[in-house]
């Protein structure tokens, strides 16, 4: 009997023993798994480096003390990469929203300066569409003689040199009035309602546009007002804040049909068309110049009067000294707004990148000083390694730092350089074109 309970005891105490060294192994293999999950291979590449952080302690958690804390917990004789691997974990810093900026950063530059877009347009927003219509006065006293030869020849021949210069894209029409009958009492019916498109709203042809001058001479009355009530269903259809219509009336009288030229031109200004109607009175005298004006002013445009062909070629030609000087505003403008955008890219560039390299260094001097307390407290097998890879890691960013910095740096010139070149290769074009 008793020897029954001494074995009972003797095997109670064997599996109560291997109980507890099978527990304390199993215990063991846990934690160095748990140890194993906790602290992961750090990255070798510069992309890894860069995208393996934050690290416990990165940034504004960085807490010396709390640190050295954490180190005192490791074991003793770390090899230089175990080391390294702690201090990744708890000291890497968060590269990954100053490359994203970076990567969201656009090198291109692209003006978007709007263009002078017509004649005699008002200051504001240049159209992208223009609209211009001619209404020349054929009546009898067209036919009469002023320095440098017949009004009407001169008026055909200041018109045309005037159309051959629009714009780039801009519709041109020219509608005659007055051009029936004669100027006598007998055809004055005949000769008021004569108004006429001898060229249709379109784009300028040189050889259409001359044949249509040929088409008529100076015979009749002055029609000016049924003229403009006509222009409107010229431009019929021609609206839009992206339109400018605009007409120019060569006359060297007033209304001499009964109409109301003040009542048309404000009806066709306030229309849908919105269109801007202009006088050039040509050898007018002083009580025509009133009327004119007024229909002018009806009309939201101007009023100007000449004496001779002479003057009437400067004043159109005025039309397109103005382009040029809106043309050099024009490539002033853009010119500074391609410097300005290089300037603003290029700071963003030069802040990213500074901020780069700032946080590469923080990093850098944190983790030396992390090594050096190791180091202190002899848990390092090679202390000398560690810092090699340390310092492997510093270089490795720093060096992306800096081809990155050029890469962009460069981008961001070229393209400045290739803007401005448009925007200066854009403005001789036009310039050319208006000077010719």
């Known amino acids: 009997m008793k020897r029954a309970l001494l074995w009972m005891l003797i095997l109670c105490l064997v599996f109560s023993s291997g109980c507890s060294l099978l527990s304390g192994q199993n215990v063991d293999k846990a934690d160095k798994k748990s140890d194993e999950e906790e602290v992961k291979q ?30 005192d917990k490791l074991p003793d004789n770390l090899t230089a990469d175990e080391a390294y691997n702690h ?21 291109t530059i692209k003006t978007n300066i709007k263009e002078p877009g017509g004649v005699n347009v008002p200051e504001g927003e240049l159209p992208k569409q223009v609209n211009v219509e001619i209404l020349l006065d054929a009546s ?13 020849d001169l008026a055909k021949k200041a018109i045309h040199d005037f159309v051959s210069k629009l714009p780039e894209g801009a519709q041109v029409a020219l509608r005659v009035y007055g051009h029936k ?33 040929g088409k008529f001479r100076p015979t009749g009355w002055t029609p000016l007002a049924a003229a403009i009530e006509q222009a409107k269903n010229d431009l019929s259809g021609k609206t839009g804040e992206n339109v400018e219509n605009i007409i120019y009336v060569v006359s060297d009288g007033i209304e ?10 404000k009806e066709l200004h306030e229309s849908e068309i919105q269109a801007i109607v202009n006088i050039i009175g040509f050898d007018v005298d002083n009580e025509g110049q009133r009327a004119l004006k007024k229909v002018a002013e009806a009309g939201g445009g101007k009023y100007t009067t000449v004496s001779t062909g002479e003057d009437l070629k400067k004043h159109l030609e005025g039309e397109y000294r103005r382009l040029s000087v809106e043309w050099m505003d024009w490539g002033n403008k853009s010119y500074l707004d391609a410097q300005q955008q290089w300037t603003d890219k290029w700071k963003k560039l030069t802040d990213l990148t500074t901020l780069l390299s700032r946080t590469n260094h923080e990093e850098n001097t944190r983790m030396l000083k992390a090594k050096d307390y190791l180091e202190s407290r ?38 400045k350089i290739k803007e401005q070149k448009r925007v200066e290769e854009k403005e001789k074009e036009m310039l050319d074109q208006y000077d010719h």
């Open 181 to 213: 009958g004669s100027n006598q009492q007998k055809d004055k019916e005949l000769s008021c309602k004569s108004t006429e498109v001898v060229y249709p709203l379109g784009a300028y042809d040189k050889s259409s546009f001359q044949k249509s001058l």
């Open 140 to 152: 009898g006293s067209m036919a009469g003689r002023v320095s440098g030869g017949v009004k009407m």
């Open 256 to 265: 001499t049909c009964g109409g109301d030229p003040v009542k048309a031109a």
């Open 378 to 415: 002899g848990k390092l097998h090679n202390p000398d390694e560690l810092y090699d890879k340390i310092s492997n890691r510093w270089e490795k960013i720093s060096s992306y730092e800096e081809k990155r910095y050029k890469e962009l740096d460069k981008i961001l010139e070229e393209e």
């Open 42 to 71: 750090a990255a070798t590449d510069v992309e890894g480096m860069l995208r393996e952080g934050p690290g416990k302690y990165a940034g504004d958690k960085y807490d010396e003390e709390k640190v050295k804390a954490e180190l």
């Open 87 to 107: 201090l990744v974990a708890l000291l890497a810093e968060d590269y990954k929203p100053i490359l994203k900026e970076l990567d969201a950063l656009d090198p």
